[in-house]
T-cell receptor, first 117, second 114 residues
Framework: EPEVTQTPSHQVTQMGQEVILRCVPI?????FYWYRQILGQKVEFLVS????????KSEIFDDQFSVERPDGSNFTLKIRSTKLEDSAMYFC???????????????FGSGTQLSVL | AQSVTQLGSHVSVSEGALVLLRCNYS??????LFWYVQYPNQGLQLLLK??????LVKGINGFEAEFKKSETSFHLTKPSAHMSDAAEYFC????????????FGKGTKLSVIP
């Protein structure tokens, strides 16, 4: 089965530093997403991206966050100035369609554990 | 707003016993509902999804879930637990209008006792 690839698996950064999390979605997919899971809490939606623009975003996705698909294969999440509360597992996901078709799936990567010190 | 509630953060069953993981939803429109499984150090994997085609949905690894509108429930079941089923299970509802924007429950960790 095809896979969404995320690198690195674990990233440590200092508070206030910029961090970029990288993802390679499945090649023929059109929709791209970032979710995060703070330890012990729910998986939370951050943002969806389609046709080279953000289609939906949550309240969490404020001006400190940005996403980009720089080269047609990678999909990145940038946190401009990290805070302690940004420490979480960040999951990238991709899908061929928007989720209504019966035989369609959302594929998740294995995640990047971000630790902000 | 659409949401899901998973009852029980931790469920233990004996190997071979019935698995029942509970999920109730709240939605003002016909919901799209999902169950995902997360094995240690892995991403989320879709078990099954409900998109109004049929109320009883069969998924991978012998799991199934039944959509019951009258009870606003979408419980996950498996007749006979296997050791490999030990994982965390998440119920989710699609809240985005045009994408896979999902709202997840808090998760239920399933332990299987040999």
């Amino acid at each position: 089965e095809p896979e969404v690839t995320q690198t690195p698996s674990h990233q440590v950064t200092q508070m206030g530093q910029e961090v970029i999390l990288r993802c390679v979605p499945i090649s023929n997919h059109l929709y791209f997403y970032w979710y995060r899971q703070i330890l012990g809490q729910k998986v939370e939606f951050l943002v969806s991206f389609y046709n080279n623009e953000i289609s939906e975003k949550s309240e969490i996705f404020d001006d400190q966050f940005s996403v980009e698909r720089p080269d047609g294969s990678n999909f990145t999440l940038k946190i401009r100035s990290t805070k302690l509360e940004d420490s979480a597992m960040y999951f990238c996901a991709s899908s061929r369609g928007s989720g209504t078709a019966t035989n369609e799936k959302l594929f998740f990567g294995s995640g990047t554990q971000l630790s902000v010190l | 707003a659409q949401s899901v509630t998973q009852l029980g953060s931790h469920v233990s069953v004996s190997e071979g016993a019935l698995v029942l993981l509970r999920c109730n939803y709240s939605s003002s429109v016909p919901p799209y509902l999902f169950w995902y499984v997360q094995y240690p150090n892995q991403g989320l994997q879709l078990l099954l999804k409900y998109t109004s085609a049929a109320t009883l949905v069969k998924g991978i690894n012998g799991f199934e879930a039944e959509f019951k509108k009258s009870e606003t429930s979408f419980h996950l079941t498996k007749p006979s637990a296997h050791m490999s089923d030990a994982a965390e299970y998440f119920c989710a509802v699609r809240t985005g209008a045009g994408s896979y924007q999902l709202t997840f429950g808090k998760g239920t960790k399933l332990s299987v006792i040999p």
